[in-house]
């Protein structure tokens, strides 16, 4: 018997006994608890340029066999929230990487702007919006609450932050005073980058004290599966929030 049959089949009886969530869950917080252990310049060296550059961040061609190019997600994230949030005026995009989210919100007559850790940013980011992305974290947001933002948005990014920074990122996201803020996290993917993997009810109990979950809202589905976040995947969608007070 080979590991992965072993593996499969520990999974079923697990599952069978109806123990698979609650040791998915203890497997989750050692995760986090482990990753909580690295120090911030172990941190700061996974986010060098060439991370940017495998993922296919800032690219109009195809560099995934399982994803569309990066401009085409983006733009179809674009749409997607502004169709659920049609007011929207002004945005912030946090760890936007090359930019390319940033364009996106710009060429739909969104005032987007950005802001991402990585220390090669300017090799990352793309020329066109160069002007309105400026270095920073979700611990440390480069923007005021006088920038008057409308709204927030992560796609894959609350995950990367360490369950020690969790409250400091929440203060900060609340220092913007946005009306909305919209999110997408990933709960599951065990990755070296990824650093807190929590359900999405943990998320909503961080965020309470400032931001009302809107379980009403939900940014419709594209019908192709080439572009996550609106693939109908249940555990990697966009979920919105709005100021609580």
């Given amino acids: 018997m080979n590991q992965n049959h072993l593996k499969t089949i520990i999974l079923e009886t697990l599952d069978k006994l109806g123990l698979l969530p609650f ?49 085409i997600i983006k733009l179809a994230h674009a749409r997607a929230i502004i169709q659920t949030l049609p007011d929207i005026k002004k945005l912030l995009v946090g760890g936007c990487s090359s930019g390319m989210a940033v364009l996106a919100f710009r060429k739909l007559g969104v005032d987007a702007w950005g802001f991402e850790i990585s220390p090669d940013l300017d090799r990352i980011v793309i020329p066109e919006v160069k002007a309105y992305i400026r270095q920073g974290s979700m611990t440390d947001i480069p923007f005021e609450s006088s920038d008057n933002f409308d709204c927030l948005v992560t796609t894959d990014v609350l995950e990367h932050i360490q369950l020690k920074d969790i409250k400091r990122t929440v203060s900060e996201m609340a220092r913007l005073n946005s009306k909305y803020m919209i999110h997408l996290i990933n709960h599951t993917a065990m990755t070296p980058d990824h650093m807190t993997l929590k359900p999405l009810k943990w998320w909503v109990n961080q965020f309470k004290p400032y931001y009302r979950f809107c379980s009403d809202l939900d940014a419709k589905e594209t019908g192709n599966i080439r572009i996550y976040g609106l693939n109908g995947d249940p555990l990697h969608v966009y979920k919105f929030w709005e100021k609580a007070h």
Avoid: C, P
Wanted: proline share 0%; net charge negative.
């Fill in 23 to 71: 040791m998915r869950k203890i497997q989750y917080d050692f995760f986090s608890w482990r990753k909580n252990r690295l120090t911030q310049s172990e941190i700061d060296a996974i986010y060098v340029a060439q991370y940017h550059q495998m993922a296919g961040y800032g690219e109009s061609q195809e560099t995934s066999i399982s994803w569309e190019s990066d401009d």
